[in-house]
DNA sequence: AAGTTTTCTTGATTTGAATCAATTGCATTT
DNA sequence: AAATGCAATTGATTCAAATCAAGAAAACTT
């Protein structure tokens, strides 16, 4: 949590003030392997700090799983579409390793960004930087060969490797988990 | 205009002085075929409802464009992640039919959202719209076979395939001409 | 209207990933 | 430590879409 609210001070100079009404609406919860944040169908009420573990976020449709994102510590995790609109959400997120979560209840939320000129920006940019990423995701998903999106993930982000499941990372890739398995040893040997 | 106004007005029961209000700071805009509205690398600074003609968003990456969106009459276009973070854009947005755009610049947008609460959460919706959207697309491209992406457009959307270039289509569907031809004797003839 | 360019179609071939099928490895449980 | 179940690898085969290569058909230009 520290961790957080140093960043936030940082990024949005965020008063004392702001920092500690911050504080006061985070509370704490633990989350073991594979346990359910947020079930596809219910509506996100909460946003979650990642103090420690790793989280994905999947649409877990009738045919297959697919894995939409993963997060880490020092991030945070939500369905923000079914959160703004209060609309069920079309995705489930769940843990991976165990958790330590500082969780915000939507209430809590609306209260600080409508009180809190530094923290409505940083909500901003919460939305801003998810309107980015899937913008890119996108694109890549479309424009770059899956050997190139394995390579990609194997340079820019090595530690989904090293802390995910294969089989979740090649959801992710939009691969098999048999092709996965053929380019790690097609480039790591 | 008009349809704009009206939708406004009942959807987020906007008074007649945020109506106006609104209706002031649009102006009115014309594209000939293939204009550029906004290129990438510049920030988007504007956004435009369409009132008549059809436009689509693209990267255009080194190699290859990639179209990631169509918008015709009676649709909101920009690039949102653009206009929020005053970033330069990632995409590209041209017209593709003539069309009549109104358009309202940033100021103005910040201005009335400030001021008037209904355009305000307009202006949410327009947002969570845009999570919704990249949310399943993301699923799509991951979890559908382009067959069947294919078959899911031509249904929700035929139009499509009536006004928008067909390479485009083949772009925006992640396949190339040729496969899109194939599929459209497969099922169609 | 003739010519030029762009878009779309059709066919032949290649290629890369999915599928099918076992097997091995690993971790959790008892 | 043995047993169970899940995860990952490896091999053989199939299949779907990309690529390569022309042509045909529209759509602009002059």
């Given at each position: 949590m520290n961790q957080f609210l140093f960043n936030i001070e940082r990024t949005f100079k965020a008063s004392e003030v702001e920092l500690s009404a911050l504080k006061n609406a985070m509370k704490e919860e633990h989350l073991k392997r594979n346990q359910v944040f947020l079930k596809s169908?219910?509506?996100?009420t909460k946003l979650a700090f990642i103090s420690e573990g790793s989280m994905r976020l999947f649409y877990d449709s009738p045919n297959k799983e697919v894995c939409n994102d993963f997060f880490f510590e020092n991030s945070i995790v939500g369905s923000l579409a079914s959160f703004l609109s209060?609309?069920?959400?079309?995705t489930t997120i769940t843990s991976i390793e165990p958790c330590r979560l500082f969780v915000l209840h939507r209430d809590d939320v609306m209260n600080l960004v409508a009180n809190h000129a530094s923290l409505r920006k940083m909500a901003d940019i919460v939305v801003q930087e998810q309107l980015l990423r899937t913008e890119k995701r996108e694109a890549a998903l479309l424009s770059v060969n899956p050997e190139d999106r394995f390579k990609n993930l194997m340079e820019e982000h090595p530690k989904v490797f090293k802390r995910i499941p294969l089989h979740y990372v090649a959801s992710y890739l939009g691969i098999t988990p048999e092709t996965l398995s053929r380019y790690r040893t097609k480039f790591l040997v």
């Open positions: 169908g219910q509506v996100c209060q609309t069920p959400s079309l």
